[in-house]
């Protein structure tokens, strides 16, 4: 763990891995894992990708990735199990999970945030088995950014650029080598296993990782006022009307949400396969949407003309405060800019504020 | 490697229908039992749970106990078509298969109603949630102070659970009235909004509970009256209806503000309701 | 587990959009973050275009009316059945008596292949489609 | 979009999407595009956040009006007036670009003669707008420096459509707004590959791109590529094959893809049609209303199952990449026409859709660089991309116009087809919802979106639902002389009085059965805007 002057570090903890033998390092991760990293296409987006051959494809430690890992760990859709009736009317069900041990690599410190959060969603009411038996295999080797892209505000967030914990191991770009902090356990294994691409970090490493970090918090471009907004929702002070002038300029198109690495709503559904069988889905579902609460006879307990952004700024910047004492908002910017009607959570919070 | 995880809890378990009771043209109820016997036997749930149903195809829904955990071996559900999945279930008989998970949801709570009047206002198919608390009050009588039921429904046909109804008016501690909206050929009870019959009971605040489901208008204006008398917010409870997907407080379709009516509810007293932008009691 | 980018089969904005597929079925839909229409974002109809593609009233194998009803038939029996009313319409109304409607929904190889076919084998330049709606 | 092709020389969108949110004045004519191109919608609000002014031309009050600085609440069918009226008032503020009809164009005189002629009271009177809103969008429009304007189908599908786009062209060009970037007369198009298929030459009277069957020289160049002599004279359209009946001269079809059972006016006409024909042929991905009626189907690949291009409404060309193959039996189309081919003694050997497009690419100009390996590794390309080198081109008519000059045509207003009387007092307007598409086959299997919108509903005006007697969610019965359908009333301001509005997705409430065949004489596009019907409400 890192300490906030840089120095009395437990030396133990802190190695260094050289660039030049990141993919050896990785070929051999993916003997024993499946492999998920940043993967930038021809097209120039970066995607998590469930890597075949790590010399074929192009690793991008520095873009943020279209989408954090919420779709490995929480599938857009997957099924939940099958079920099958007989003639005799009989109605069963068989479960359905797949899960294999897999690294996720270069995941940046903002969604890992994300991760955390989505452990206490899946954990906290309830355990959600598909999520957790996903998480349990999951192994996450961040990557801290030196360099925050122009719509980055984990700062405001505090979820970034580096973390303290969450991840197994935690990379910081130096140049030519990245300095590892080592976090969970599974971390500790991997750098013992493997102890022939670490080298025990310097005092020198450490600084100037220490620097790196204090740069890059110096280089965000963008002022979000989040603690003010929260206190400001907290205190009562925001009037009601907001939420019907940016409802109004909703178009209903679910991605905020989708985009969103903590946003975990989600729909249940039956899939036909045949006259007996068939598959019970779930599927990523949005609060912006009217029929998330529409129920049977066409009753809606939420007026989603002036209502639809409602609970989703509300959730994350007031309830899960109330809750969990922090914003489930990590402040990767996905979000921001993409909405059809201009009204995304930085829009939100400049209004709130000001 | 696919396998199964062991306490999945969006698993239902299979149950099949022993009894089904036509209660009117809209409303079922229907006597269930686990296909596993064994599980049967440690099944236990409380007033004012609920159960999420399955029928194939026809994905699942959350469903109110109607029977009381007093009576052991009895799990009721009563249906009002609404929906796929309850129009489903209304093409059912008895022997037929369903899904059962559950059970969800914070109960009434019992214990708070003890040595007290209880008064249930109830209409439509918000009696079926107050049946069970009713029955469990009558089987522990002694618990329990006055007992009174107000029940609405639109047209004397729609009265729903009728059994118990002439069970409960003939009942020497129980005060039972009925009302309808419009009146039928026959009919020759009390017309009008279940409010109305408030003028006919008399009712002491300070010692009464008031219990209340129904459709979200009735919900509304009965809260208010029951204000009006004097009634504390915390002794006015109500339970709420919501659409959910996973019964468990995750998916987030029944969100209210802050609240999630799986987890939180479906029972809810006013003074938790208080600052919350609920459907029911907005004007 | 791969993720197939491809155009929106919707509107004519024509988005960019990954196409997420497990297990030989398309799961999810993502939009393209540098894609010029799509911009990270798509619309609702775009975010769950993967749920009709394995829906189970999909046709999924030829049907043929027999007595009156579509019965399920081999490609070959669909196929030669085609041909063999095309050809003899086409030549019982000297080439005036064919129709063929191409799609706006078919992507431009087929619409060509579809006016192709239309010009060359049924000699006739009746093909339109739905341009104007 | 028959009026951009005479008065520009070329149909298409002028701009990208992307140019929209640069704009300073945006005009949506006839688009409820937040519903049908969100995309565009999307840009339009950036721009909106950006400072642009918008103004809205439509009889209904979308949620773009809402956020327009001047909605121009016309009466459905009275484009063309108010255009002129606009015109008029650039003409008579002195903002006309001089220099760009000068050296751009032709024919202005013809239209400056006729727009001196109107009276822009009367044309107040026929549209229902306040002549000082008119004014004031005219003065607007004409001083901004970048303004586009969008349309849709709601300016083409009128007995006058090409008149309307006529008069749009007429408009832009008057003020000097084509040319630029950011600036232009953007059509958008409804389906993923309507662009495409025209291009394709799926159309009775040309071949692909636009070379008419009739110009000899064209032809001799397709016979030449595709070694069969080819017939001069153009087909029927897809209306006179639809709507023909008995009397018919189609006695057969194949029909790829398309649902005109449901989409097209008049539609039991379409229905007895097709029930008359000794052989139909349908090919689709799900059993459609017209599936139903045909005597062999075929189980196509969807767009997930197949590899080819789609040309969006900015003529861009992009790649659609097989994700999984077909499922069941499944074929992608190309090989269904094929196999057909091979039978009838033309084998087509494809061995795959690249070389499909190398073909095109041979054959059709516009798409002369368009080539699978160029898409792969880009986002597409927009055409005219007239060889390998050729970038694409983000917006046309740079330095000159498709057809060399732009031509002004005047325009008259013209009525249209039918109007309300007595019998059939109110005015229905068609058009879609966000949440489904075309006749729903692909959507109402989609389970959010058939949950988000599943039932068609009669917008009806709060006054005349008053006089009716309707409230929302009442069901109501809807009648023109051609037919009657029974769908949901909501109540709603959307629509002005007198107007009811509902969509055409539902095989439940087939609009199409109401509408009118009436059509465009030049593009041939159905008016499935405007025609007259009665409501009577069902009491149960």
Known sequence: MRSKDGKNNNMTDKFILKKDHLVSFLRRLKKEYHLVAPVKNIQGDTMFTLVDSVDEVEFDLVNQAVTSIKPFLFPQQETLFTYETSANGDYRFDSVCNSQPTVYFG?????????????????????????????????????????PSENCFCNAAKTGPFLEYGFDLQLTDLGNRFFVDVGRATGQEIVSKWQHFFAPAEEEDVKLQYQTYLEARGKFTRQVHMDQAIKRLKSGKVPESIWSELSLRCQDCSGCAYICPTCTCFSISDRKLSEHEGERLRSWDACTFSGFTRMAGDHNPVDHRTQAIRQRFLHKMLYDVQKHNRPSCIGCGRCVGICFGGVDIIRFIDLVTN | MIHTINQNIYLPRPAIIKELIVENSQIKTFDLSFVDEEYNKTFTYAPGQFMMVSIPHCGEAPISFSSTPSRPGTLSLSVRKAGTLTNAMHELTEGAFIGLRGPYGTPFSMDALKGKNLLFVAGGIGLAPLRSVINYCMDNEKDFREITILYGSRLPSDLAFTADLDL???????????????????WNGHTGVVTTLFDKITVDPSSTVALVCGPPLMIRFVLAELSRMGIQDEDIITTLERHMKCGVGICRHCHMDNKLVCVDGPVFNRAELRNLEVAELLT | MKDVLTTCAYCGCGCGLYLHVENGKVTGSMASRNHPVSHHNLCVKGWHIHEFIHNSSRLTQPLMRKNGKLVPVSWDEALDFTAENLRRIRDNTNCQGLGVLASAKCTNEENYLLQKFTRTVLKTNNIDHCARL | MTGLATTFGSGAMTNSINEIEQAEVIIVSGSNTTEAHPQVARRIFDALDNGAKLIVIDPRRTLLAEFAHIHLDIKGGTDIPLLNGMMRVILDENLVDDLFIEMRTEN??????????????????????????????????ARAQKAVICYCLGITQHVCGTGNVETIANLAMMAGHVEKEFTGVDPLRGQNNVQGACDMGALPGVFPSYQAVNNPEHREKFERAWGVELSPVPGLTLMHMTHGGPKSPVRGMFIMGENPVLSEPKANKVDQTLKELEFLAVSDIFLSETAQLAHVVFPAASFAEKTGTFTNSERRVQMVRQAIPPIGSCRPDCEIIMSISERLGYPMDYESTAEIMEEIALLAPTYGGMHHDRL??????????????????PFLHKYYFSRGLGQFIPTTHQSPGELPDDDYPLVLNTGMVYHQYRTATMTRNSVTLNRECNEAVLEVNPQDAASYNIRTDDMVKLSSRRGSITLKAQVTEQVGAGSVYTTFHFTEAPINELTVDTKDPKSKCPEFKVCAVKMEKITT
């Open chain 2, 168 to 186: 409960w008016q003939k009942r020497p501690d129980t005060t039972c009235l009925l009302t309808v909206d419009q009146a039928e050929p026959g």
């Open chain 4, 108 to 141: 202005y005189h013809a239209l400056r003669d006729m727009l001196f002629r109107l009276d822009l009271n009367k044309i107040a009177d026929i549209t229902g707008v306040a002549l000082e809103k008119i004014s004031a969008a005219a003065q607007l429009y």
């Open chain 4, 376 to 393: 792969e590794s880009s986002w597409g390309l927009q055409w005219p991309c007239w060889d390998r080198e050729h970038p694409g081109t």
């Open chain 1, 107 to 147: 995941v940046h410190s903002c969604d890992l945030s994300a991760v955390l959060y989505m452990d206490v969603t899946f954990s906290l009411t309830a355990r959600d088995p598909y999520y957790l038996e996903k998480r349990k295999n999951a192994v996450l080797i961040s990557v801290g950014c030196n360099e």
